[in-house]
């Protein structure tokens, strides 16, 4: 094979471990958020870099399904969580 072929496979296959290496660091933190908010509750599992982005991810994410509408959503990421437990 010619020299630019070896090249681009090279640079795919440093490219794929880059992402697999950062993905891997990603759940350093892992947390359990549950929340109650207009009546429902709901828990989500999230992973971060840090307890506290874990912990605001999930929280993001459960009002994502139980607000509606920004005002709701702003409320609902104000409101403490019910319980957080740290899985990891």
Do not use: H
């Not at 660091?25 to 599992?45: A, D, P, Y």
């Not at 870099?49 to 709701?72: L, M």
Request: glycine residues 4%.
């Amino acid at each position: 094979m010619k020299k630019p072929v070896w090249i681009g496979i090279a640079f795919v296959v440093i490219f794929l471990a880059a992402i697999a290496y950062s993905t891997m660091n990603l759940s350093q933190n892992k947390v359990e958020v549950c929340m109650t908010f207009n009546g429902r509750s709901l828990c989500r599992i999230a992973s971060a870099t840090t307890r506290d982005f874990a912990e605001r991810t999930a929280i993001t994410n459960i009002c994502g399904e139980v607000a509606s509408g920004v005002t709701e959503s702003m409320a609902c990421n104000q409101t403490q969580p019910t319980s957080v437990k740290v899985l990891k």
